[in-house]
């Protein structure tokens, strides 16, 4: 149950915030994303900004060049002046975050910040467990801290990595949790306090259990990103993992809908997927398909490898440093409810997705050999 008394707010002086109340506030809509300059944070914000929002982001800093999926919209500037703003700052900061919280006084806030690579979680535990899990905190914390837990709408970036080993097929958001990886189990931390803060504090506080979704900004070390830029001969990982892949911008729309209430519907948790499943060597059987290259498989286990039919060289071999010391073999989603109650449904298949990213490549390798030129 939603605590209706809004005791989530820190009192006074510690709230030092003079805010109207909750319906005059939500006029404006004023959009925080953390996580602004990944795949996500950049379509999430073409779509927000196109309804009208003014949106913030938190980036980090970096010695190289961190907000290229951002450019064009900066470009676009002069068309929506004061629409869209980008602030550094970081999930392990605190204080950056409250400071942040207190003067963009938020109506929306998206946490989709992460170390977001389940193979690297596996290198790195401790600070994905800092950014991932704390950092959820940390910024659910700052929206208290300035006394917005009614005045501000928090969606969190759950995973289906949540699954983990196969309880049961298709998951929904009745499924057990079983992660199997650093990142995982950070991101189970992540999940449950925003529930608890949804309990405790009745903060309108949702989760996304977001399916892997994908597109021509996906970054480039994930599988499909990494399968439809190859040019010479590609090194994989494990092929026989099942992935429920839907596109990117399918899915931001699914998150904005889980916070506009619609209905007048109380805060709850959603997933998102396609309700299909795909092995990754299905994908890559298509994204070579979409240059007209047919693959023939021989050998198995680490000595797998295929070769291109027409010309006989081999185009995909087997490398174990990309086996992960855990898997999750299976993920199949069931996004019944949000189809339901939120009226979302995908709109990419599978093999339009695997085209328009494979084609998106293409165009990017043939524009960079023009430059050249
Ligand atoms: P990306 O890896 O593309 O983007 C991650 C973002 O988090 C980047 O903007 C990155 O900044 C930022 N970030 C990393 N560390 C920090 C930090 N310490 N403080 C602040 N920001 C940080 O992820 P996606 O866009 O694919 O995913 C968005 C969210 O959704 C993530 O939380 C991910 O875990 C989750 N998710 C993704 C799914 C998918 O299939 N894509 C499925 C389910 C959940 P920088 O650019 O500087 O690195
Ligand atoms: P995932 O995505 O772990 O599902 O996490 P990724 O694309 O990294 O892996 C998918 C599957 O492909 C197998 N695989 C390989 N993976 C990578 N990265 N590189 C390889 O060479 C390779 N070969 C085989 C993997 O073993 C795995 O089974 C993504 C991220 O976006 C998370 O942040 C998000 O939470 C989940 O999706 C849902």
């Known amino acids: 149950q939603r605590n209706k008394e809004g005791l989530g707010d820190l009192p006074a002086p510690f709230a030092p915030l003079d805010l109207p109340p909750p319906d005059e506030y939500f006029q404006r809509k004023v959009a925080l994303i953390s996580g602004i300059t990944g795949q996500d944070g950049s379509y999430l914000t073409e779509f927000l900004l196109e309804k009208g929002y003014t949106v913030h982001g938190i980036i980090r800093r970096s010695s190289s060049f961190n907000t290229g999926r951002l450019h064009h919209l900066y470009e676009d500037q002069h068309e929506r002046p004061n629409k869209f703003h980008l602030h550094y700052g970081d999930l392990t900061d605190s204080t950056a975050l409250v400071f942040l919280m207190a003067r963009i006084l938020p109506t929306e806030v998206y946490n989709l910040g992460a170390q977001s690579h389940v193979k690297v979680s596996f290198s790195l535990a401790e600070y994905t467990a800092d950014v991932d899990a704390i950092g959820t905190l940390r910024l659910l914390d700052a929206i208290r801290t300035c006394g917005l837990t009614k005045h501000c709408r928090f969606y969190q970036a759950s995973t289906s990595e949540l699954y983990g080993l196969v309880q049961e097929v298709p998951q929904s958001e009745t499924t057990p949790f079983y992660p199997r990886s650093p990142y995982g189990v950070a991101k189970l931390y992540a999940y449950w306090i925003t529930v608890n803060y949804r309990e405790a504090y009745g903060m309108y506080a949702v989760n996304g259990i977001l399916f892997n979704h994908e597109s021509p900004r996906r970054g480039r070390t994930f599988v499909t ?149």
Request: charged share 30%; glycine share 8%.
């Open 225 to 373: 990103r990494k399968i439809t830029r190859a040019q010479a001969c590609l090194w994989l990982g494990n092929l026989d993992a099942k992935r429920d892949w839907g596109h990117a911008r399918d899915y931001i729309e699914g998150m904005w809908l889980m916070l506009q209430g619609l209905d007048g519907s109380e805060p709850t948790d959603f997933v998102l997927a396609t309700g299909e499943t795909h092995p990754v060597r299905e994908f890559v059987e298509k994204a070579f398909g979409v240059v007209g290259i047919k693959l023939s498989w021989s050998g198995s286990g680490v000595d797998e490898e295929a070769k291109d039919i027409s010309t006989g060289k081999v185009v995909v071999k087997i490398d174990p440093q990309y086996f992960r010391p855990a898997e999750v073999e299976l993920l199949h989603g069931n996004p019944a409810k949000a189809e339901r109650m939120l009226g979302w449904k995908r709109k990419v298949n599978f093999d339009d997705l695997v085209k328009e990213m494979v084609e998106a490549d293409l165009t990017a390798v043939r524009n960079f050999v023009e430059d050249q030129n």
